[in-house]
């Protein structure tokens, strides 16, 4: 039997797979549909310190390989969050993370204490939202990201990570800072920066106009982004995350550096994706003699 448990940081996950932020709402309703014991943990939606109404339709577009999103993080805000759901996350069969997010560090922190009183595991900063009009992408500077982590990480004991963006100039930089600021682990990445227009209309895809790019087709940007921070900074935890639709999809970013990895898009086809993708990489580790999930991490070679 394969080994699945893995190590991210100060944490044990059951196995690699990580539910991403976005794409089980707030995990108690994915929990219905969703094959949650292959998870090693999942991510509810990012939430804000006051409510946000997001985006106007159109905010959501299928691709030839993927979608675009541009939802504006609609959420009602942690306070009504806690209400509303917080009483059921400690009945899930799985360890569930927070994603806080907001305009200023101040409103980090806010949803940080809510949902550690909430009773999430561990808080996922979302440092990368790359559809919030008119604010600048903290992960895009690493001061301003070290900034937002470092008052998260006094305002909790809770694990976190940082979620970055592969629209980075200098990702080792943004990764490099927000370890030092306090993060036990890094998520790489994000959506992209995508546009689209719709031909018949001939207006933009999203109402937004550039909204976030995410499936199959942007696993490569995700995983140099892995495989650049994993080789810079060797000690730094990683959730690989971009693309994932197969077993052999969590491996390749095992091996460029990754410690766990999570799916996202791929959950909106499937919602039971996680218990095949498992059974994959089980079958290929069982073809090539690897008997531990965790010592797949890093063994990526250059030439």
Known sequence: MIEHAVRLGPLTLRTPLIAASGTVGSVTDFAKVGALKSYGAAVAKSV?????????????????????????????????????VGSALRALPLPVWGSAVGHRADGFVTVT????????????????????????????????????????????????????????????????????????????????????VDLETRRPLLSGGVGGYSGPAVKPLAMRCVWEVSRAIPNLPIVGCGGVVRGTDVIEFMM???????LGTVHFAEPRAARRILAEVDAWCVDHDVGTLAELTGTATPW
């Open 48 to 84: 804000s310190d006051q409510p946000w109404p997001g985006r106007p339709s159109p905010r959501m577009a299928p691709t030839e390989a993927g979608m675009l999103n541009g939802i504006g993080i609609q959420n009602p805000g942690i306070d009504a969050w806690v209400e509303s």
């Open 113 to 196: 204490t809510g949902l550690e009183r909430a009773g999430a595991a561990a808080v996922e900063v979302n440092l990368s939202c790359p559809n919030l009009d008119g604010d600048v992408m903290f992960a895009l500077d690493p001061s301003a990201a070290a900034e937002v982590v470092g008052h998260v990480r006094a305002a909790t004991g809770l694990p976190i990570g940082a979620k970055l963006s592969p629209n980075s100039e200098n990702i080792v930089a943004v990764a490099e800072a927000v370890a030092t600021a306090g993060a036990d682990w890094v998520v790489l990445t994000n959506t992209a920066w995508g546009f689209g």
């Open 256 to 262: 460029a550096g990754a410690h766990a990895v999570a």
